[in-house]
Nanobody, 132 residues
Framework: QVQLVESGGGSVQAGGSLRLSCADSGVTYSSYPYSYYCMGWFRQTPGKEREVVAGINPSGRGTVYADSVKGRFIISKDDATRRLFLEMTSLKPEDTAMYYC????????????????????WGQGTQVTVSS
């Protein structure tokens, strides 16, 4: 049973900041501790494909970002609280989208943070709207 729940979305003006959070209930991958999870953030706007924003490896020391958000967004995870975060700064109107967190239970077969099919659990999304 997947239990990823995003929060922290909202409406901001261009140049503003938001911090997204994704909570895992502990049942998403019952055979793996949260510290094994590979996590990612994706976003989607109506009529477009869901695109990767950022990914983080199990240790938390490996991160990757889409070119469009490099230098503005930071992904992080807290294994103790089973939470994933996305710190978003210098927001632009083109960042407007529904943001989803995603999880993969292990990097044992490799870490493919930019590949949507790598992730097997998804949250319901949180809306971010940036006005100019």
């Amino acid at each position: 049973q997947v239990q990823l729940v995003e929060s922290g979305g909202g409406s901001v003006q261009a140049g503003g900041s938001l911090r997204l959070s994704c909570a895992d209930s502990g049942v998403t991958y019952s055979s793996y501790p949260y510290s094994y999870y590979c996590m990612g953030w994706f976003r989607q706007t109506p009529g477009k494909e869901r695109e990767v924003v950022a990914g983080i490896n199990p240790s938390g020391r490996g991160t990757v970002y889409a070119d469009s958000v490099k230098g503005r967004f930071i992904i992080s995870k807290d294994d103790a609280t089973r939470r994933l975060f996305l710190e978003m700064t210098s927001l632009k109107p083109e960042d407007t989208a529904m943001y989803y967190c995603a999880a993969s239970p292990s990097a044992a077969q490799g870490w493919f943070p930019l590949v949507r099919s790598f992730y097997t659990a998804w949250g319901q999304g949180t809306q971010v709207t940036v006005s100019s």
